[in-house]
């Protein structure tokens, strides 16, 4: 496990790479482009995956077309829905709390591990500091001095995640600046953790899927930062480390989907994740599916 208090600007060698759960079975799935309820369904069902003995998943993957996903909590009006459709924004829910996050599809890279519960740390900041050492060692790799925020930031504007407060169980930060968010959820037999890291900051056009504040572009990227802004990293250098990174800590065999968790995923997402029940619900009343 990488220790988060260390010096992370130089890359992790094989053996310090390699993570506690590296002697278990793992895929690792490469960077793939899909609509945002897709990539929401492929995370539940490598969980059901998981759960059932089958392999633990690493994956690295992008938004296409950009999408904005709300926390499970998230009230539905604090979205500009007119500039979304307008925009050909997709818009879905995660499973995850916190706020809404705008994956613009360039300058968004985002991942996800996914494993039984009962091989994690039952205590949140430890499962987040276990499962946030492959994303410390991207950066590292590409050169960037990020680590989790040393003491909690005053959030900006609640509904936004990357505005809200930072958090040191589970905020990175570069140049005082937030570069990546990460996030948990736990069902009865596995766990998810997904998050993004920002490439590139997009700052109106993150703002422009929210309604309803006046935080300017400017006062975003005072918040906000992307590997563009601290390494000559290409995008595709960016996703390149990100999938080395989660290979070397699960000491992953190069994997994909199923034909069957393909299907299952589909019918996943056009019942849920594409739906305007579970997307638009008011988050006061209990979600009908879980």
Not at 3 to 10: G, I, R, T
Not at 221 to 230: N, Q, S, Y
Request: hydrophobic share 35%; proline share 5%; aromatic share 8%.
């Amino acid at each position: 496990m990488s220790d988060p208090d260390s010096d992370s600007d130089a890359e992790l060698g094989p053996d310090e790479a390699r993570g506690p759960l590296a002697d278990r079975e793992w895929r690792l799935v490469r960077e793939e482009a899909r609509d945002g309820p897709m990539q929401m369904a492929l995370d539940e069902i490598a969980a059901e995956t998981a759960a059932a003995g089958g392999p633990r998943t690493v994956r690295v993957y992008r938004w296409q077309p950009s999408t904005l996903s709300l926390g499970y909590h998230q009230d539905p009006e604090t979205v500009d829905w007119a500039h979304c459709e307008r925009e050909g924004v997709t818009v879905t829910r995660r499973q995850t709390g916190g706020g809404g996050i705008y994956h613009d599809s360039e300058g968004d890279i985002s991942y996800s591990i996914v494993a039984p519960k009962a091989e994690l740390p039952g205590d949140l900041m430890e499962s987040y500091h276990l499962l946030c050492a492959p994303v410390l060692d991207a950066f590292a790799r590409l050169g960037v001095d990020a680590d989790f925020v040393d003491e909690s930031v005053p959030e900006i504007w609640h509904p936004a995640c990357y505005l809200r407060e930072l958090h040191p169980a589970h905020d990175v930060v570069a140049g005082g600046k937030k570069v990546s968010g990460n996030a948990q959820y736990r069902r009865n037999d596995s766990v998810v953790q997904h998050g993004s890291l920002t490439y590139s900051v997009r700052a109106a056009e993150h703002l422009a899927v929210f309604d309803g504040h006046d935080v300017t572009p400017d006062a975003f990227a005072d918040r906000v930062g992307g590997v563009d802004e601290f390494s000559d990293a290409s995008s595709a250098e960016a996703v390149s480390a990100v999938e080395s990174a989660l290979e070397s800590w699960a000491d992953a065999d190069e994997g994909g989907w199923t034909d069957d968790e393909l299907a299952r995923a589909r019918e996943r997402a056009e019942e849920k994740y594409a739906d305007d029940e579970w997307v638009r619900r008011d988050p006061r009343e209990r979600a009908s599916r879980s």
